[in-house]
């Protein structure tokens, strides 16, 4: 049993809608860590208090149970918080300023929103999909065709090998440079970074990488960038994501020069996405990835309807601006919509890019609907070499039996997104060299 007491002011003031909103986040956070909500007991204690710092050291969490969830997006509000939450196993920032004025309870909420961290309520991919479970079931034949994300990257990555042979022949031996990024040493980032290197060499772009250690300072990423800015060989610069947390990824972003910004994370390529009559110099990869896998496989995206599942910057925003560029009627659910279920089957085009591994089950697709799965998630597999390996956001074999056409995972956005990058960065060579036609 975990108990947590928790004291606000009646008014609802700026502290205790820091509290009340933090109470929230750790009951969703509990309750998506596997505790039932009986075994959770909260006591919301008001007091007739109106200096909020005096509501700074009265407000007590306690526990009779030890909880080791990860509380590290949580952004708690002072140091006493600090000194409550520890117990808790529960990391603390001091920020308030981000969510001042921005009442996520009893008040209106600013006119920008605010993000909270996404955690998806009801999950009922705490449940392994059926196929998992079932092995008739997985041994059922589906229906749905496979879109080999793989063989279509493969033939992507041709045509750009031998476009790039042409710009060589056209520019006095000239190449593409793409200039990687790297900060820490992520298992994952790094695994990422050397398969962007290998498909760099196999369609003739030179590749230089940068490998910073985690504790570097911001100003240090900011130098490297600015390097690459200036380099003339070089054409696209990638800082590969996620930033060790103590950098602003919004600034470091923006320091890459529009004009090689092969992410298509600028501010002003997004902007300019999202602006109807502009042309973005750059697409974000993986959604520029999902539309042409859809644009290859003959799925007519005009006049359809589409649900993206998810709202990051780097997939579902831009994806939702994409298809809706290609005339389809786009609904974003996330995970503060109440019926994501519900909704998707209303999908023929549904893009899964939330990070649950398993979050879409077989019964939230319409008969007959294309998926396309960008998540990549790490599951605990004991008969695998390295003790995972990787599902999408989508119960595969559930949605199989539904779908008319579906990606894999590995072997579907995956190998589109690095293709994306080479064509992006293929793009920005020839338009230093006066060649994009
Ligand atoms: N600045 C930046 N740009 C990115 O584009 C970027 C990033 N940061 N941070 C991380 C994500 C992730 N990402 C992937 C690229 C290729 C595969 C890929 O090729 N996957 C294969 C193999 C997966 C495997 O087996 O490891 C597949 O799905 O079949 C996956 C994921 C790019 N990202």
């Not at 230089?208 to 100003?219: K, Q, W």
């Not at 060989?233 to 800082?239: A, C, E, N, Q, R």
Request: proline share 5%; hydrophobic share 40%; charged share 20%.
């Amino acid at each position: 049993m975990l108990v947590i007491s928790f004291r606000g002011a009646t008014t609802p003031g700026r502290t205790s809608v820091a509290c009340a909103y933090l109470l929230e986040t750790m009951l969703e956070r509990l309750c998506n860590s596997g505790f039932q909500s009986q075994q959770i007991r909260t006591h919301r204690i008001l007091c007739d208090n109106s200096n909020p710092h005096t509501l700074h050291t009265s407000s007590a969490f306690k526990t009779s149970a030890h909880c080791t969830a990860d509380y590290g997006n949580i952004r708690s509000f002072g140091s006493q918080a600090a000194a409550h939450l520890a117990p808790l196993g529960l990391a603390y920032t001091e920020k308030l300023s981000s969510w001042s004025s921005t009442g996520m309870i009893g008040r209106r909420p600013a006119m920008f929103g605010w993000y909270g961290p996404e955690i998806w309520r009801d999950r009922k991919d705490l449940q392994p999909c059926q196929a998992i479970l079932d092995e008739n079931l997985a041994k059922t034949e589906f229906t749905a065709t496979i879109i080999d994300g793989k063989l279509i990257a493969e033939e992507i990555r041709q045509e750009i090998a031998e476009e790039i042979m042409r710009l060589k022949s056209q520019t006095n031996g000239k190449v593409p440079g793409l200039a990687v990024v790297l900060v820490g040493s992520r298992k994952d980032s790094e695994t990422y970074v050397r398969s962007k290197k290998k498909a760099c060499k196999e369609v003739g772009i030179i590749s230089l990488e940068e490998n910073l250690p985690v504790d570097s300072s911001e100003e240090e990423v900011l130098n490297i960038v600015r390097k690459f800015n200036d380099d003339p060989s070089v054409h696209g610069i990638l800082v590969q994501l996620p930033l060790p947390k103590h950098m602003n990824e919004e600034r470091v972003l923006a320091a890459i020069s529009v004009e090689k910004d092969v992410d298509g994370f600028h501010p002003l390529n997004i902007g300019k996405l999202a602006m109807q009559g502009r042309t973005p110099l750059f697409v974000p990869c993986t959604p520029r990835g999902c539309i042409e896998l859809l644009l290859r496989s003959n799925v007519e995206i005009k006049g359809k309807r589409a649900v993206v599942i998810g709202r990051s910057n780097i997939v579902g925003t831009p994806a939702a601006m994409l298809l809706q560029r290609n005339q389809a009627t786009v609904t974003v659910v996330h995970s503060y919509t109440p019926n994501p279920a519900e909704i998707t089957r209303e999908a023929d085009i549904v893009i899964a890019a939330v990070g649950v591994a398993h979050l879409v089950r077989g019964d939230w697709i319409k008969p007959g609907a294309v998926v396309i799965d960008v998540g990549i998630n790490p599951i605990e597999d004991p008969s695998a070499k390295k003790g995972y390996r990787l599902v999408g956001d989508v119960c595969f074999k559930e949605a199989a039996m539904k779908a008319s056409a579906i990606t894999p995972v590995p072997g579907g956005v995956g190998p589109m997104t690095i293709a994306m990058l080479l064509r992006n960065t293929l793009d920005s060579a020839k338009r230093a060299y006066g060649l994009l036609d």
